[in-house]
Structures are given as C-alpha cells and as structure tokens.
C-alpha cells in the first residue's frame, strides 16, 4: 500500500504541475487513484496471506497432522475458499463497479479543471494563456478585493489582428449569463497581421468578454466506462479493458490454488526465498493480463481465445503442480517405478 500510495502521490503531482490537474485537488485524485487499484492491493495481499499461514503451518509441523488424519494436500482447497471466498467477492464488485467509476470521477474533475474559464486560468504575478490558446492574461491581484485585479496586461491574437491591452486595474462582473472583465485607465494597441500599420486606444473604461469556455463532450477512456457499457458497445478497446476487469476477478481464484500449489517450508532455507518466488509468480501474472489487454485493443489475440487460454491455463498449471504434490509424485519415483514394471515384465509377473 505504501508503495501504490508513494506512486500515485508522485503521478499526481506530476500531472498538477503541468497543469492537467487542480493542485486542489491533489488528495482527492490520490484517493480516488488508490480506491481504484484496491484490487490489486488486495490480490496480492490475500495470495501473500495464504502462502506465508501455509508456509508456517508447514514449519510449525501443522500440516504433519492434517496428512496423518487421512486428508491430502487437495482437500485444504476447502477451508482455502471457505476464508477467501468473501475477499474474492469484494475484488471482483472492485474490478467490475468501483474501478471504472474511480476513474471516472477523476476523469471529471481533470475535464472540469482544463475547461475551466479564462479568468478562473488566472494566477496572480503569472503569464497564463487562455483555454483556448488565442489569450495570455497577467494580473497583480488587489488584496483587498478578491474580484479586482491592479497592473492587468493581457495579449491577444483573433480575427487577423494581434492586440495588447494594459490597463491600471480591472474587475469581473457578471452581466446576464456572462463574464465581462472590465478594465479601467488602460491602453490598447491593434496590428493586424502581416501589415505594419498599428493603432492605439487609449480607454477610460474597456469591456471584455470572458465567459467560461464550453464544456466538450468527448469520448471517455474504456478504463473510464461501466461494465455494462462495455459489454453493450463490444468494440477492440472495449472488449481489452472488459478482459482486464474480469481477468482480475479470475486472477484472484487463481492465486487461491495457486498458493497452495506452492506453499512449502524448507528448514534449510531462509523464509525469504519463498516470498520472492511468490512476488515473482504474481508479477508475471499481473504482467499477461495486462500484455493480453494490449493484444485485444490492438486486434492480436480475440477475447473469446485469451480470456480462457490466460486462466484456464494458469488454473491447470495450478491444479497439476496441486496434484504432483498431493500425490507426492516426483520424476525420480516415475523412472523407478517404471524400471521396476520393465522388470516384472521380464520376470513375467505382468502380462505384456
């Protein structure tokens, strides 16, 4: 968590001093962030869980007494999902509802944030150019009013003409449905371009309009989505961001026999080997889901062909590992095994 945290805290940050995100608003996206990655923290920290209990069971002598009772390594699947069935359930509500809806949320706050109006881009003592990329505004803010400003230089460039336009101070008032930033005691220089005739104007009092600008309804990001929107319009994108929420679902029951497959203790070794080798397993695993999303989007693998290949193998490479185990099965016992059948041929003990 600490790790995810420290992640997301500089990503944040990164994206609020380039002016994608309200610095404001830093903690709120962290949160939202940090909600939407729950997932992952938690499949991770119950696969840890279950192979660190299973690991000390094993050097405490616990399961000694489990497999002396008459019950194999297979039927500690049981009481395995009787605990993680609950932690599954809240991973997959997380992958399929609340990690779209996180990132919809910050989706929204940076869209409201980058289409903010003109004048609420203004920062006291800075050059800071418009929404839409035609103004630079500079004020010196008065203190004692909060929509008044002294020292107001703005540069503009519309319809063929570029404009200069400095005024002593300047206020913001609304009229009807709209910002007028009205200047006061200024000057207006006006070129056009490409010609070098200039005109200057000098005002008592000059009005602009500075509205806020028009919201844009652009497309959102599939990670952005509903599920249900996802599975509705079943394009590329979409079908790579669904086999993600749902691999990460699938994932989860993975690592519950995956963890069993691979909880041991060797009274020879340190306890850290084994939990690299666990980290090293979850990694690879998180790492194809996130491949196999790519080759979705981009039209290399299908979703009906990944999706079963991706889990159903992992679940098969789980359950054979499981049963070599349960069977106490080893290379060395099949070759003598099979020597000794060689040998009762010859002897004639078994039919050939």
């Known amino acids: 968590m600490t790790i995810v945290i420290t992640i997301i805290l500089i990503r944040t940050l990164g994206q609020a001093s380039r002016g994608s995100a309200n610095p404001q608003d830093v903690m709120l996206l962290m949160g939202y962030s940090a909600l939407g990655r729950l997932p992952i923290i938690l499949t991770l920290s119950l696969f840890v869980a279950m ?6 069971m094993y050097r405490d002598s616990e399961m000694v007494v489990w497999f002396v009772s008459g019950r194999g390594l297979i ?12 932690v599954l359930l809240v991973i997959t509500l997380l992958s399929v509802f609340v990690w779209p809806w996180s990132n919809l949320q910050s989706q929204e706050m940076k ?35 909060e929509k008044a400003s002294n020292n107001v230089f703005i540069a503009s460039t519309e319809k063929g003409k570029n404009a200069v336009t400095t005024a002593r101070s300047g206020r913001i008032e609304t009229v ?16 056009q371009i490409g010609k070098s005739a200039l005109k200057i104007t000098e005002f008592e009092e000059y009005g602009s309009k500075a509205g806020n600008s028009a919201l844009i309804n652009g497309d959102l990001p599939e990670r952005s989505k509903s599920t249900w929107e996802l599975l509705r319009t079943p394009t590329r994108n979409n079908l790579g961001e ?11 029951v993975n690592f519950v ?32 889901l996130n491949l196999g ?19 159903g193998g992992a679940l098969l490479l789980a359950l054979a590992w499981l049963s070599r ?28």
Do not use: C
């Open 293 to 311: 999303q790519n080759w979705i989007s981009v039209g290399a693998a299908s979703f009906g062909t990944f999706v079963p290949a991706l889990h």
């Open 51 to 56: 192979v660190s209990t299973l690991s000390r």
């Open 325 to 352: 185990r349960h069977l106490n099965w080893t290379f060395k016992a099949a070759a003598n095994w099979q020597r000794k059948r060689q040998a009762d041929r010859q002897l004639g003990k078994v039919a050939p």
């Open 75 to 86: 039927a500690f699947l049981a009481p395995l999902f009787r605990f993680a069935w609950p």
């Open 111 to 145: 869209n409201r944030y980058e289409q903010r109006g003109d004048l609420e881009r203004v920062a006291p003592g800075q050059f800071q150019e418009s929404s839409s990329g035609n103004r630079v505004f500079f004020i010196d803010r008065d203190v004692s009013q």
């Open 176 to 191: 009807g449905n709209s910002q007028m930033l009205l200047l006061d005691n200024g000057q207006r220089l006006e070129s």
């Open 242 to 252: 669904l086999a993600w929420r749902l691999g990460m679902a699938l994932a989860a």
């Open 257 to 288: 026999v995956i963890a069993l497959a691979l909880a041991s203790v060797n009274p020879r070794a340190g306890r850290s080997g084994n939990l690299i080798f666990v980290l090293f397993t979850f990694v690879v695993y998180h790492n194809l």
